[in-house]
């Protein structure tokens, strides 16, 4: 233990005090140079992979954390996805016949990861794919981890007391969901849910699972094309293809309760015929109908660059600290978004697009709460994923066509006209209810002001009922004139004051 705690100590101290300055010249808005800031990046990914499994599953989770990380960091610890060197099939196939038996065959090794790696095998006569842990992972988890919170309070001399906190956190949560995520059958059944939410969507192919141990998984074997090779793209043209991979997780994020959280190109296949395929679910989630609701508002809000609209959401979502000012946040993001003005949404760039989202976690007093940590994570890997397919893909037209599509556009009008009316509904029947109070102490003196306080509603009253009776009648003249009216009341009852 000790000769591991000081080897990470040593390891990690030089870019945790690099990573520093340079956070502290982002925040006081100096000047970087970005290829010394891209050079240390990849140095702090270079360690990552030197210290083993568990350091590189923790920057695989870091690199979808803008509010800790800047946008150089992120993009340097996207490689982790990727570079994960097997362990050696002898080292693994002790584990494979304790949990399936001697009547198992492995025929090659198909890909590794971080945590498991997967082979292509024969199963009860049948032709499958087997993922298995890494060898001893469990014990060099349960040790890292242990290094890692002895290390923890050394950050104290480092960072801010407000930053040291986000990081106690974080690895609070990492350390619980690693464990999970090395639990098979947790992941067996996130594939199945998934299955089934995704039984009737079209060109997809999900394998099934045939058995599952917390430490292997053996699965159907489904042959496809990674997606963003040659021979998928000779399948399916590239930007349907991308379009087509976008849609699928975004539906599932969106529209269902299930949904896969990596979608890497490792991840996803494209068969002969042409069928999506999906593998790997270690990383899935399950998302409330709530969250999911206030997820499609923010989608909209950002695709329409609204900026009040986007800071309520987030609010809502717990992304924004207590503390912070929210008309300032707002100004905030808005100023971010001028930069982009005179640009129609169609024509935006991604790039742009992700590094304005980038930009505003780091900087601004937000936070990145439990339950939006996979959401982002799975937005953040799909756009990667599809510009890796097609080069000219437009993240945010193809928002706009899949808002469209699915109709998510006008469901968050409706839920915004259904709030105002709420809002005035609710500010009419207080009226009513303080008016409808005992009035027999109230002097003759007071009735004056009580019929102001009457026209100061009145305009309210008239726009409830505007909005009724357009409802009923769809007379846009009618509706207009009493618009007018509310309008020249409120301007009336104003001037009184």
């Not at 058995?211 to 699965?219: C, D, E, P, S």
């Not at 159907?220 to 976008?246: C, H, M, P």
């Not at 009040?308 to 808005?334: S, T, W």
């Not at 009776?469 to 104003?494: E, H, Q, R």
Request: charged residues 30%; aromatic residues 10%.
């Amino acid at each position: 233990m000790i000769r591991r705690l000081l080897k990470v100590f040593f390891a990690l101290a030089p870019r945790i005090i690099a990573y520093r300055e340079f956070r502290q010249r982002i925040l006081k808005e100096k000047p970087i140079n970005e290829q010394e800031m891209a050079e240390e990046a990849k140095k702090l990914v270079d360690t990552l992979i030197d210290l083993g499994p568990t350091f590189i599953k923790f920057g695989q989770i870091l690199s979808v954390r803008p509010d800790l990380m800047p946008e150089i960091y992120i993009k340097e610890l996207a490689r982790l996805q990727d570079e994960v060197p097997p362990a050696p099939y002898d080292q693994v196939k002790d584990v494979i016949r304790e949990d399936l038996g001697d009547d198992v065959k492995i025929i090659k090794e198909i890909s590794s990861a971080s945590l498991g790696q997967v082979y292509l095998g024969e199963y009860n006569g049948k032709l499958v794919a087997i993922k298995v842990n890494r060898p001893r992972i469990r014990d060099i988890v349960s040790e890292d981890l242990q290094v890692m919170k002895k290390l923890l309070p050394l950050l104290r001399f480092v960072f801010d007391e407000s930053f040291l906190e986000i990081i106690k956190i974080f690895i609070d949560e990492f350390s619980k969901r690693i464990f999970e995520e090395m639990d098979y059958t947790k992941e067996a059944f996130y594939l199945n849910k998934i299955k089934e939410e995704l039984a009737d969507y079209p060109s997809l192919k999900i394998p099934s699972v045939i058995k599952a141990t917390k430490r292997v998984l053996v699965m159907e074997y489904i042959k496809g094309y990674k997606v963003t090779s040659d021979e998928a793209k000779k399948v399916v043209d590239e930007k349907i293809l991308a379009y087509r991979v976008f849609r699928l997780f975004m539906y599932m994020l969106l529209s269902k309760d299930y949904f896969h959280a990596d979608p890497h190109p490792g991840n996803i296949a494209v068969d002969d015929e042409g069928n999506l395929v999906l593998y790997d679910f270690g990383m899935s989630g399950k998302i409330d109908e709530k969250t999911r609701s206030l997820l499609i508002r923010a989608y909209v809000a950002m695709v329409r660059m609204d900026a009040d609209l986007l800071v309520r959401v987030l609010d809502e979502l717990g992304a924004i600290q207590p503390f912070a000012d929210r008309r300032v946040l707002a100004k905030g993001l808005k100023l971010f978004m001028q930069s982009m003005q005179g640009i129609e949404v169609s024509e935006l760039e991604l790039q742009d697009f992700m590094k304005l989202a980038d930009q505003v976690f780091f900087k601004f007093p937000l936070r990145m709460p439990q339950k939006l940590v996979l959401p982002f994570r799975m937005i953040n890997v799909l756009d990667g994923t599809c510009r890796e397919i097609d080069n000219n893909f437009d993240f945010v037209k193809s928002s706009i066509a899949f808002l469209e599509e699915e109709g998510y556009t006008t469901k968050v009008a409706m839920e915004q006209a259904r709030e105002i009316i709420d809002g005035i509904w609710n500010r009419f029947r207080s009226f009513l209810l303080s008016y409808s109070q005992p009035q027999e102490i109230i002097a003759i003196s007071n009735n004056t002001r009580r019929s102001a306080s009457i026209i100061d509603y009145l305009p309210q009253i008239i726009l409830v009922a505007t909005i009724a009776l357009y409802i009923i009648t769809k007379d846009v003249v009618v509706t207009l004139l009493l618009i007018l009216l509310a309008l020249s009341l409120m301007f009336t009852s104003n001037n009184r004051r």
